[in-house]
């Protein structure tokens, strides 16, 4: 009795089959993948002042001279718990 090389007709059959299912799916992933409508920002003036944005993005009040110098003057405990956090 002589023993078959190879791989059986079905298995065949069904590897392509499943490659091409493969394929398919690969390649619709791929197209919804790509960017359909791209979004330009608005023109920035390279002159625009600070008076032109909100008040809330840009101005802030910066701290008095005092206060930064000895901002960091003092005791300071390392917090390990959140419950140190009220005391």
Same mark, same amino acid.
């Given at each position: 009795m002589k023993? !078959? @090389? %190879? $791989?059986?007709r *079905?298995f !065949?059959?069904g $590897?392509?089959?499943a490659?091409g299912?493969?394929?398919a799916? %690969?390649? #619709? /992933?791929?197209?919804?993948l !790509?960017?359909?409508k #791209?979004?330009?920002?608005?023109?920035? *003036?390279?002159?625009?002042?600070l008076?032109? /944005?909100?008040? +809330?993005?840009? @101005?802030?009040? +910066?701290? %008095?001279e $005092?206060v *930064?110098d000895h901002l960091?003057?003092g005791? $300071?405990?390392? #917090?390990?718990? @959140? %419950?140190d956090?009220?005391?």
């Amino acid at each position: 009795m002589k023993q !078959k @090389k %190879g $791989f059986s007709r *079905r298995f !065949k059959t069904g $590897f392509i089959i499943a490659a091409g299912l493969l394929l398919a799916c %690969g390649l #619709v /992933y791929i197209a919804e993948l !790509k960017i359909t409508k #791209v979004e330009t920002l608005p023109e920035v *003036r390279p002159q625009q002042t600070l008076d032109e /944005y909100p008040d +809330s993005i840009l @101005k802030t009040r +910066s701290p %008095g001279e $005092f206060v *930064r110098d000895h901002l960091l003057d003092g005791d $300071f405990n390392i #917090v390990r718990d @959140k %419950g140190d956090l009220i005391a």
